[in-house]
C-alpha cells in the first residue's frame, strides 16, 4: 500500500510538472505575439510561422521515438549507473548523427529550392533550435521520473528567448534573429540538461561505440515513423478543410481545434508519466500492474470525464472569449471535439503497455492506419457537411486509434495485464 502510494504521489508530481510546461508553452507566445508583430509586421510573423513549422518537422525527426525506446530502456535498469551512462551517451549521438544528416538536408533546401533560398539565413539560424531540442534530454528525465528538471530546463529557455526578443527586436529585418533567439534559448538549456543529469545521476563519461548508435537508430525507427504518423493526423485537417471550403470556415474550426488539442494534451501528459513505472511494473507480472492500472488510471479517467462535461457546458463563453459575438459554428465543432480527449483516454492503457513490452510494429500499424483512415473521412465528409465533418473525421480517427490499440492488445496477449477478467 505505501508502494502505490509513493508511486502515485511521483506520478502526480510528475503529472503537475508537465502540466505548468504545457501552461507556459500556450501562455509565452500568446504575451510575445503581440509586441514581434508590432516590430517586424505580420508578412514578417508570417514567414517566421512557415519557418518554425518547418523546423518543427526537423525537431520531431530528430527526437525519433527516443522518448519511448531509450525511455523504456532506462526504466528496465535505472540503478545500473553504467549502462544507464552508456544509454545517455549512445542516444546523443544518435541525436547528433541524426542532427548532421539533417542539417545537409537544410543545406540542400535552402541551395536548391527558391523559396528557402530567399530566406537561408533565417532557416540556418533556425537550426539551433533543432539542435538545442536535440541536446535536451527531456527523455532521461522521463525515465528516471523527474520531470521537474524537464520542466526547469524548458522553462529556462522559454524566458531566455523571451528576454532576448523584447531586447534586440526592434524592426522587420530582425525576423531572422527571432528564430535564433529561439535557438539560442534552447541550446542553453540542452546543455545545461545534460550536466544536471550526469551531476543527478552520477554518470561517468563513456565513449559511445557506433554499433550501440545504429542499434538505437534501428529501435527508435518504427516509434519515429509513428510520430510522423500523429503529428500528420492532427496537422492536416485545417488543411483539407480550407481546400473545400473558405478562410473564415477554417478559422472558426481551428480555434476549436486548438482549444480540443490543448484538452487531448491531458491524457498524453498522463500516459508520459506512467509510462516509465509501467515499464517496471510490466516486468513483475499481472499482479502489479492490475492494481496500478487501479489506483491511478480510473480515477483519471474520471476526473478527464468530469473535465470534458465542463468544457461542454462552457463551449459558448469560451468561443466567445476567443472570438467574440460572430462565432459561426464554433461553439457546436468545440461540443463535438469535448468527446474526444475521453475517447484518446480510453487509449492510454493500450498503448503504453504496447510499447512497454515493445510492440513497435504494432503501435505503427494503428498509428499509420489511423492517418491513413482520417485523410479518407476528411475527403469524404468535408465536402458533405464541412468543419462539421471535419470535426467527426477527427473522431473517427480517434475511435479507430482506440479499438486498434486494445485490439492489438489481445492480439498480443497483454490484456490480462489490465483486468484479471481477461486472460
Known amino acids: 500500500m505505501e508502494e502505490i502510494r509513493s508511486r502515485r504521489s511521483r506520478i502526480f508530481s510528475n503529472f503537475m510538472a508537465l502540466g505548468i510546461l504545457q501552461g507556459t508553452n500556450f501562455l509565452l507566445p ?4 503581440p509586441f514581434v508583430i508590432n516590430r517586424i509586421g505580420a508578412d514578417g510573423y508570417g514567414i517566421v510561422a512557415v519557418a518554425q513549422v518547418v523546423l518543427l518537422i526537423f525537431c520531431t525527426v530528430s527526437d525519433y521515438g527516443f522518448n519511448l525506446t531509450a525511455t523504456r530502456a532506462l526504466a528496465l535498469h535505472r540503478d545500473d549507473a553504467t549502462k544507464n551512462s552508456r544509454l545517455f551517451f549512445t542516444v546523443l549521438a544518435a541525436k547528433m548523427v541524426i542532427c548532421g544528416v539533417l542539417f545537409v538536408v537544410l543545406l540542400l533546401l535552402v541551395t536548391l529550392v527558391p523559396f528557402f533560398k530567399q530566406h537561408f539565413q533565417l532557416y540556418l539560424f ?13 527523455w532521461f528525465f522521463q525515465g528516471v521520473e523527474k520531470m521537474k528538471y524537464i520542466t526547469i ?16 527586436i526592434r524592426q522587420r529585418a530582425d525576423h531572422r534573429f527571432f528564430i535564433l533567439f529561439m535557438g539560442a534559448g534552447s541550446l542553453v538549456a540542452g546543455i545545461a540538461s545534460i550536466f544536471q543529469a550526469i551531476r543527478l545521476c552520477k554518470l561517468p563519461i563513456v565513449r559511445p561505440l557506433w554499433r550501440d548508435v545504429v542499434q538505437e537508430l534501428k529501435e527508435g525507427w518504427p516509434v519515429m515513423l509513428s510520430n510522423i504518423s500523429i503529428n500528420t493526423f492532427l496537422s492536416i485537417n485545417v488543411f483539407i478543410l480550407r481546400l473545400f471550403t473558405n478562410d473564415l470556415v477554417a478559422g472558426y474550426y481551428s480555434v476549436a481545434e486548438k482549444i480540443f488539442l490543448a484538452t487531448r494534451q491531458v491524457p498524453v501528459m498522463f500516459s508520459q508519466v506512467i509510462y516509465p513505472p509501467l515499464c517496471q511494473l510490466l516486468q513483475k507480472g499481472k499482479t ?16 478527464v470525464f468530469t473535465g470534458c462535461v465542463l468544457l461542454f457546458s462552457f463551449s459558448s463563453i469560451i468561443i466567445s472569449f476567443f ?12 461540443r463535438l471535439f469535448c468527446l474526444g480527449p475521453v475517447i484518446v483516454c480510453l487509449h492510454v492503457p493500450a498503448s503504453q503497455l504496447l510499447m512497454a513490452a515493445d510492440h513497435k510494429k504494432s503501435y505503427l500499424r494503428v498509428l499509420t492506419g489511423g492517418t491513413v483512415l482520417n485523410v479518407i473521412c476528411n475527403l469524404l465528409l468535408v ?13 473517427l480517427t480517434e475511435l479507430f486509434i482506440t479499438a486498434g490499440f486494445n485490439r492489438e492488445l489481445f492480439k498480443n496477449k497483454l490484456a490480462g495485464y489490465l483486468s484479471a477478467r481477461v486472460h
Open 288 to 303: 502489479a500492474t492490475r492494481p496500478f492500472f487501479r489506483s491511478v488510471y480510473v480515477p483519471f479517467l474520471l476526473l
Open 153 to 168: 530546463y524548458t522553462l529556462l529557455a522559454r524566458l531566455l528567448f523571451v528576454a532576448l526578443v523584447f531586447a534586440f
Open 30 to 33: 500568446v504575451l510575445v505575439m
Open 383 to 395: 465536402p458533405v457537411w464541412g468543419s462539421v465533418g471535419t470535426v467527426i473525421s477527427v473522431l
Open 126 to 138: 533556425g537550426f539551433t533550435w533543432v539542435l538545442g531540442q536535440s541536446l535536451l534530454v527531456s
Open 323 to 334: 472570438l467574440g459575438a460572430k462565432s459561426g459554428n464554433a461553439v457546436l465543432l468545440l
